[in-house]
């Protein structure tokens, strides 16, 4: 079958949604990715790229509406990259996730009718993030900067004065930061020609304290009139700014130099029991309120009983492993990220946990020779990044036979691949949980539970 030509109109009934933000149709079994399509919506569709076995859409009319189509309260959805289903009823959204989840152990895992229950939503989807990583960009505009959000699939900035997603307190440190640049004239960093001086600002907030970090990431050694700035940041909320000096070329938002300019250098945040405490380059959940329902989930389908040894093998702040460590025999953190060890250290004294040990270093270098000792855990934690474990890592635990795997995961394409490699291992799956961390974007956290079958 040919493809049909670039630039024609189509009229397409939406079958499926992406976890991109793209609604999925057909021409004569041609697939067509249309952005910002949801399922059933009937679209008049422009194809703007055409691929031997699928191509790109743009609406240029929705003839019929999705039932569960909204008018999107962001005025920028339409432009921003942050989110993808403003425009989409949150109930369906968690339809749409699961499905999106089932459909990736299917065809990327091999399964068949995996056990995939219900999404656990939230109560109230607004407001949940606890981190803004704002680009700063040259632009041609009156201020010769922007700072905001990035279009979809692109580099351009979207300016937003508010986001319903972000923190309050975020909108306000941003507007300080913007008037900051434009009364100092201050540069943004290009990094086509490695010029320019502000690069990102970070904002980081504790719901459980209230504290807020600001994290300043410049190419140079110092900001025009930081104390000024600083001052200006800490009467608009925040209780920690940290200047970080990033010169490298690449797009490593931040480089290792740190300075703390007001406040202690951290913040603090409770989930449930456990308190943690945040450094600027640390790893932590941008949604506490389901991350405190995740990290349950997990210990639940782990079954601790007081008697089993653990491993977390991406272990962050501290992470599962310290929900686990409550009820576990021992624990053993692992992360790649000294700065993340460190905290995760200092996160167990704080809380009086004496049987966690932490080790840094890449998970897939430190597990196999534990295992090489025969130092072989009762359960095993996986919380990768998004691009999901390393081929070692996985055969090390196949080949350790380990009892029990908790995968815990932000990108269900990885883990169906990775479950795949585990079941062909001898691995069965016995139930994957999804939470809905990021409400209004196509992003689904899963908690999957993998048990070993010994060979008969």
Avoid at 81 to 89: A, D, L, M, P, S
Avoid at 265 to 272: A, K, M, N, Q, V
Avoid at 296 to 307: R, S, Y
Avoid at 348 to 360: C, H, P, R, S, V
Wanted: one cysteine or more; glycine letters at 8%; a positive charge.
């Amino acid at each position: 079958m040919n493809p049909p030509k670039k630039n024609t109109r189509h009229i397409i009934e939406v079958k499926e949604p992406t976890a991109k933000g793209f609604g999925v149709g057909y021409i004569d079994g041609y697939i067509v990715f249309i952005d910002g399509a949801l399922p059933n919506d009937v679209i008049d569709t422009h194809l703007v790229k055409t691929k031997t076995r699928y191509g790109y859409g743009k609406i240029m009319e929705i003839q019929t509406p999705s039932p569960v189509r909204i008018k999107s309260p962001c005025p920028v959805s339409k432009d921003c990259g942050g989110c993808q289903w403003q425009h989409c009823e949150y109930q369906a959204q968690l339809i749409y996730k699961k499905q999106i989840v089932k459909d990736a152990l299917e065809r990327i895992g091999g399964l068949t009718n995996p056990p995939v229950f219900d999404v656990i939503g939230m109560e109230n989807p607004t407001r949940y993030r606890n981190k803004a990583v704002f680009p700063i960009v040259p632009a041609k505009n009156k201020n010769g900067f922007a700072i905001g959000m990035y279009a979809p699939r692109s580099h351009r900035i979207i300016e937003v004065e508010d986001c319903g997603i972000q923190h309050e307190v975020h909108v306000k440190i941003l507007a300080v930061m913007k008037e900051h640049m434009r009364k100092h004239k201050i540069t943004a960093y290009d990094e086509t020609i490695h010029k320019g001086l502000m690069r990102h600002i970070i904002i980081r907030t504790s719901l459980h304290t209230n504290e807020v970090m600001v994290v300043l990431i410049a190419n140079g050694r110092e900001i025009p009139a930081m104390s000024e700035l600083t001052e200006n940041l800490t009467n608009n909320g925040a209780t920690t700014v940290i200047f970080n000096r990033n010169k490298s070329k690449g797009n490593t938002i931040m480089g290792e130099f740190f300075q703390t300019l007001s406040g202690t250098g951290f913040i603090r945040e409770r989930l449930g029991e456990i308190e943690y405490q945040l450094s600027a380059p640390s790893f932590f959940q941008v949604n506490p309120i389901q991350t405190k329902i995740l990290y349950d989930t997990a210990i639940t389908q782990a079954e601790l009983n007081g008697t089993q040894t653990v491993i977390d093998a991406h272990v962050g702040v501290g992470g599962v492993a310290l929900f686990a460590a409550k009820q576990a025999k021992s624990v053993l953190g692992i992360d790649i990220v000294e700065s993340a060890i460190n905290d995760a250290k200092k996160n167990a004294e704080l809380n009086g946990i004496e049987n966690a040990q932490f080790q840094q270093g890449a998970a897939e270098e430190i597990i196999p020779k534990l295992m090489e000792k025969q130092s072989r855990p009762d359960i095993i934690f996986l919380d990768p990044p998004r691009k999901g474990c390393d081929p070692a890592l996985l055969d090390a635990l196949i080949t350790a036979e380990i009892p029990k795997i908790i995968y815990i995961s932000c990108d269900p394409a990885t883990l169906a691949r990775d479950i795949k490699r585990l079941c062909n291992g001898n691995y069965t799956l016995t139930a994957t949980q999804p939470v809905d961390m990021f409400p209004f974007t196509g992003k689904i956290e899963s908690i999957a539970t993998l048990v070993f079958n010994k060979p008969s």
